[in-house]
């Protein structure tokens, strides 16, 4: 995994660094050096210009313009008391005006078009706690940084103004990062294979979800459980004795309108993960029996839509002391309610707040998603895009993490996997006109091949 730091824990890194300041600045202009030199296609006779602020950042950016002078390119290095208005006339421009720690408020040159940027670590101006930015900032089409992924280079304004991101090794300790970004190759590591003396039982996933004419989102984590490894599904909605439309392969048991938790805990046993809340409702009694169901189940559980509203403003009198694992799975507006308050721009913070305070696992659903666990730690999912803007995508993912489950995957874990399946699967959709039912079949796909 990649690892992720903050601007502060970056900080206390550096100052760890056997190292001297100098080693490290010059290893930084090797590789700011090297990047531009991969963007402008060689050396000799290209023109950068190089934006340089007064801190280390800037040193970063003046090391690796005396590198790109011993090659051949012509550099003009501005300072950033004395920035021109325009920059014009160049093949490159090297932004390494701010650091990490600056905050926003960078008005940065007007760029003309055509004119390629790198960023020195962030580009100048974003916040590289929350990836917030202000107008001026000059938007990158590559962004070196060094030892670990800032969070401001994958969230809000930051992920998009940085472009593609680079990593590059300058010799830091990054072992005591407490957040990743997830990629194909943790999945295949995540995700534990079949055993050969496996049966269906092994991976099996109960879902309780959907309300009598309203089973559509009950359908979609079913049949996404079932791609994604599921053994076997059930599928039980309280109150409805028999589904017609259910998946095929889905075994359908009723549960009864009233004191339906009973009949769920008195079978419960059999079964390695439950999926709960998609079209529930949010009728009084129903919220009543999600948090007595949730009060005494020992099966892993992942909890969404109506089943995360059920929990009210104070989720953790409900789940703190849940004797199984849960995942939760909200978005913004859900967060919101069980935060009590609107999601900060800090969304590692808001994801371990909440993991901590419910002791479960966090799903924080968004452009870029994270799963933080009650001990800290974090993974970060960026696979994806704007197709999985679209109702019924987030019960397809409840499916899928209560699949990983369901197959043995940790709850952080599978979470995180969960989450990178489902953007994979996204990304191998229609550009245009995907609907949360498309995502069923794409899962298979979106497994990493091993």
Request: aromatic share 2%.
């Amino acid at each position: 995994m990649i690892p992720i730091v903050t601007p502060a824990e970056m900080g206390a890194i550096d100052r760890a660094a056997p190292e001297p300041v100098e080693v490290l600045i010059g290893r930084a202009g090797a590789a700011t050096a090297r990047a531009a030199l991969r963007m402008l296609g060689g050396g000799y006779g290209r023109r950068v210009a190089v934006l340089a602020g007064p801190g280390n950042n800037g040193h970063d950016g003046r090391d690796a313009a005396r590198r790109l002078a011993r090659r051949g390119v012509r550099v003009v290095v501005h300072e950033l008391g004395d920035l021109p208005a325009r920059i014009d006339g160049v093949d490159l421009v090297v932004d390494a005006a701010l650091g990490t720690g600056a905050r926003p408020g960078f008005d940065a040159p007007q760029v003309a078009a055509g004119i390629p940027v790198l960023a020195v670590d962030l580009p100048s101006g974003v916040d590289g706690l929350t990836g917030e930015a202000g107008d001026g900032v000059l938007a990158a089409d590559r962004t070196v940084t060094f030892a670990a992924l800032k969070p401001g280079l994958l969230l809000g304004r930051g992920r998009e103004l940085a472009g593609a991101v680079e990593v590059a090794d300058i010799g830091l300790d990054t072992t005591a990062a407490r957040a990743h970004l997830v990629t194909d190759a943790d999945v295949a590591r995540l995700v534990p294979s079949r055993p050969t003396d496996a049966h269906k039982w092994h991976a099996a996933v109960w879902v309780v979800a959907g309300s009598p004419g309203m089973t559509g989102a009950a359908h979609l984590t079913a049949r996404a459980a079932q791609r994604a490894g599921a053994g076997y599904v059930r599928l039980s909605t309280p109150g409805l004795d028999d589904d017609p439309g259910r998946p095929t392969e889905a075994v359908g048991t009723p549960l009864p309108s009233d004191g339906w938790a009973d009949a769920v805990l008195a079978d419960a046993e059999r079964f390695r993960a439950l999926a709960l809340g998609p079209g529930l409702g949010r009728a009084s009694d129903t919220a009543d029996e999600v948090r007595r169901l949730l009060g005494a189940l020992e099966t892993p559980v992942v909890v969404d839509g109506d089943g995360l509203h059920a929990l009210g403003d104070d989720p953790a009198a409900v789940l703190a002391d849940r004797p199984g694992p849960t995942v939760l799975t909200p978005h913004d507006g859900e967060a919101q309610r069980l935060l009590g308050h609107p999601v900060p721009a800090d969304r590692l913070d808001a994801g371990r707040g909440l993991a901590a305070r419910t002791g479960s696992v966090v799903l924080l659903k968004g452009p870029t998603t994270v799963v933080a666990g009650p001990d800290g730690r974090a993974l970060v999912v960026t696979a994806g895009d704007a197709r999985l803007a679209t109702a019924g995508t987030g019960d397809v993912l409840t499916g899928v993490v209560a699949a990983l489950l369901a197959v043995g995957t940790d709850p952080l874990g599978a979470a995180a996997a969960g989450a990178h399946l489902h953007g994979r699967a996204g990304v191998l959709g229609f550009p245009r006109g995907l609907v949360a039912g498309d995502l069923p079949d794409l899962l298979p796909h979106a497994f990493p091949q091993t």
